[in-house]
């Protein structure tokens, strides 16, 4: 079983305020091991027919509630900043290597179109 670490007050969880609204989070130490099991090749067919289904069906739906759009500010500007205030220091190694990466994908990345969940996909290039 993987144990759980305290953050920095104690605590097993957090909650982390996203723009969907609150979630829970806990991280784990590294649980050695095997996937629980290997499906088959039938059980791999029959799990993409099932993928595709819903990815069929949800080209379909609209959301009555709003989803924002998974742009660039939704996907990296706005979580590097939650981030930051998360943490004591933005000189942070970990911070800096993470920021680095957000601003190396913002220069090589374009987006086709928007992508709002549920209403389609999105590409990236």
Not at 78 to 95: H, V, W
Not at 109 to 125: M, V
Request: glycine share 6%; with cysteine.
């Amino acid at each position: 079983m993987a144990v759980p670490y305290h953050d920095k007050d104690g605590h097993l969880m957090g909650i982390l305020q996203i723009p969907e609204g609150q979630h829970s989070w806990c991280l784990f130490e590294y649980a050695p091991g095997q996937p629980a099991s290997v499906m088959s090749e039938p059980q791999n067919f029959h799990f993409g027919e099932q993928i595709a289904r819903i990815h069929q069906v949800s080209d379909q739906y609209t959301s009555p509630h709003f989803r924002g759009t998974a742009d660039l500010d939704f996907l990296s500007k706005r979580p590097l900043k939650q981030i930051a205030s998360c943490i004591q220091e933005t000189q942070n190694t970990d911070f800096c290597f993470i920021e680095e990466l957000c601003l190396q994908w913002e220069k090589h990345q374009t987006f086709e179109k928007s992508f709002n969940p549920g209403d389609g996909d999105a590409e990236l290039n």
